[in-house]
């Protein structure tokens, strides 16, 4: 469980072939909470940045993702994954995942 929890999730898995953006039809995760923030400006300079992307960060529990997948959320917003770090074997909190997250931008510049 996720302390402030701001979105549910599902995962779904990048199938390599021939096109760069196929997915599984189905979930391989679904249900999943998670915490999500955007980006303040001094992390979007160290990861990089690029016209109509935006940045997030998601924490959520120990769960099937890797770099590539899709993540859709409760609000039908769509992220890929761009980065996967483990937080695990600590002694004063549980397992977690941090995930970057990477969404087409809401509004057009």
Same mark, same amino acid.
């Given at each position: ?7 549910? @999730?599902?995962? #779904? ?49 120990? @769960? ?14 769509? #992220?890929?994954? @761009? ?27």
């Amino acid at each position: 469980m996720i302390m402030g929890a701001n979105a549910t @999730i599902s995962v #779904y898995k990048l199938q390599y072939g021939s096109k760069l953006d196929t997915y599984a039809s189905s979930a391989a995760v679904s249900g999943a909470e998670a915490y999500i923030e955007g980006q303040q400006a001094e992390m979007i300079v160290v990861l990089g940045d690029q016209a109509n992307l935006e940045t997030f960060v998601m924490w959520c529990d120990p @769960i099937d993702i890797a770099k590539g997948d899709k993540i859709i959320d409760d609000r039908s917003r769509e #992220y890929r994954v @761009i980065g996967v770090e483990r937080h695990d074997n600590n002694t004063d909190t549980d397992d977690m995942l941090k995930v970057v997250l990477r969404a087409q931008s809401s509004t057009t510049h």
